[in-house]
């Protein structure tokens, strides 16, 4: 099992990575832990020494900054400030999403402004090593003073209250303290505000989506060559001279990948009929490298945001200042989810475009990629599937960043809505998946049509070990459970092999 241990060492993708495709674990260093603990100690040092109120620490919240809390109460605040603000509701967050979640609020708390004790941090790294993960709700964050209510429930089981996921049952808090042997935690000044405002909710999803978006990609670029040789396409649009005269990195990136996919095809080598390609296919570095330059964007946003602090008040021991400010807010992030989304759909509907080429009966294919069409329906409704998500996908991918809606009496007069633009960036990739696998379904459908001619060795492996779980389409079958079948392929194959030279 991998350990990573807790430091102020930057976070990347690389990392994240390894962290989250296997089982881990996390361990704090012994700098991490003097941090913490200087940085609460100076807090209740301060505190003790003086008579101004310091916000979220001495007095209410939101609106309520004016109203000053007696030192006898200050603990109790924080509970009711948890309890108070785990208001989610609807679908529950994924869990592998929760897990991300855990280890972003970790990472954030051990930069030592955060004024968290050592043993909150301590209890924070128990759940994420004993696979006790909160029950999180996807609705009820505006992005802006944080993540409120999804980090309220995030937090809840600290107090022994709420639900987690444990053992693959979601179970009361209190059941596995008790299982445990542990007590909950007493909340200090200021914890609360620190465990829930942030932006843990929208970096987690953020996180996760350009994981799999960073290997999403990489699968339209090799789906796309297949459809293309398929379709009996021309490489001339692939070459890099082209490519070099308008200078974008992921053009460029594109078409040299496209170009070592179809290495060796006997089908991209033969004499063309055809002067042009249609744009679905002609123009995929162009579409793609878009997509790829925006990841690229993006994951840079969120590994900014992963190596920050992000709740508020700042603790800055050294230079003996508090700072209320808005690190919490969201909006940098909720641009980037609604960039993302926009790019994601990019990526399946111009897939979409190539799956209605190759069921058109063009370019000697059969008309629905069936050899007795009529008969036969053939490929003709996997496409209108194909339609109906890019279709949804465009209606998802209206900005969520657009709108703000005004809380806390007015305190709170701007918000980003990047919770809400977080789980719909969410629902785009997992569409963008379903797409690719219908692309794939009917390009190696399309691609034995061409036989004896054949592809290039990376692409006549991905055919055969394609087939080897999707089956030729000889006559009329249950298509979904085929459509199932090439969405499972698609999320369980690694695309690196067919990236390899073969």
């Known amino acids: 099992m991998y350990t990573h241990q807790i430091t102020s060492d930057p976070i990347d993708f690389t990392i994240l990575h390894k962290i989250f495709s296997a089982p881990s674990r996390l361990e704090l260093s012994g700098e991490t832990r003097q941090k913490v603990q200087a940085c609460r100690e100076y807090l209740d040092q301060k505190i003790a020494g003086q008579s101004e109120p310091v916000y979220g620490v001495t007095t209410g919240f939101g609106s309520l900054c004016n109203h000053s809390i007696s030192d006898t109460d200050l603990g109790q605040l924080q509970k009711n400030l948890v309890m108070s603000h785990a208001c989610g509701i ?21 930069y030592g402004k955060s004024g968290v004790q050592v043993q909150t941090l301590e209890r ?34 600290l107090l022994g ?15 596995v303290y008790k299982q ?77 990948r496209i170009r070592k996919i179809l290495q060796g095809s006997a089908l991209i080598e033969r004499p063309k009929n055809h002067v042009q390609d249609p744009y679905s296919f002609r123009c995929i570095p162009q579409v793609h490298g878009a997509t790829k330059d925006t990841i690229k964007y993006v ?9 920050a602090v992000t709740d508020n008040p700042t603790i800055f021991p050294q230079e003996d200042l508090i700072i209320s400010a808005g690190n919490f807010h969201g909006q940098p992030l909720a641009l980037a989810l609604d960039f993302l989304a926009i790019a994601m759909a990019e990526l399946g509907n111009i897939s979409e475009r190539r799956v209605y080429r190759l069921i058109s009966g063009a370019r000697k294919l059969p008309s629905f990629l069936v050899a007795n069409p009529g008969l036969n329906s053939g490929f003709m409704i996997p496409q209108y599937t194909a339609a109906s998500i890019v279709s949804q996908n465009k209606q998802y991918c209206t900005p969520a960043s657009i709108d703000s809606i005004e ?11 990047g919770a809400n633009g977080a789980v719909k960036a969410l629902k785009v990739m997992e569409n963008l998946e379903k ?26 492996q991905l055919v055969k070990d394609f087939g080897n779980q999707v089956e030729f389409v000889e006559n009329d079958k249950i298509m979904y459970k085929e459509m199932e079948k090439a969405y499972n392929f698609l999320k369980n194959q690694s695309v690196d092999e067919y990236l390899q030279t073969h």
């Open 124 to 157: 924070l790294i128990e759940f994420y090593n004993h696979d006790i993960l909160p029950v999180v709700y996807t609705q009820g964050s505006l992005g802006a003073s944080g993540d409120l209510a999804p980090l309220a429930h995030l937090s809840l089981p």
């Open 90 to 110: 609807g679908e529950k967050v994924p869990r592998e999403i929760v897990r991300i979640m855990l280890f972003l609020k970790i990472q954030s708390l051990s």
């Open 407 to 417: 809380s806390s009496q007015g305190q709170e007069d701007h918000v980003s809505m």
């Open 180 to 256: 445990f042997g542990w007590e909950p935690i007493d909340l200090a000044s200021k914890e609360g505000l620190a465990l829930l405002n942030g932006t843990q909710f929208m970096g987690a999803y953020g996180a996760y989506i350009l994981m799999r978006a960073l290997e999403l990609e990489k699968w339209a670029d090799v789906i796309g060559a297949l459809s293309l040789d398929a379709f009996d396409g021309r490489i001339e649009p692939f070459f890099d001279p082209v490519h070099q005269v308008r200078h974008h990195k992921g053009q460029i990136e594109t078409a040299a």
């Open 299 to 307: 994951a840079g946003v969120f590994e900014n945001e992963i190596n």
């Open 435 to 460: 797409l690719l696998a219908i692309e794939l379904f009917n390009a190696a459908q399309a691609l034995g049509f061409r036989r004896p001619a054949s592809s290039s060795p990376a692409l006549e």
């Open 161 to 175: 209250l709420g639900e987690v996921f444990f053992e693959n049952q979601e179970t009361p808090t209190e059941q």
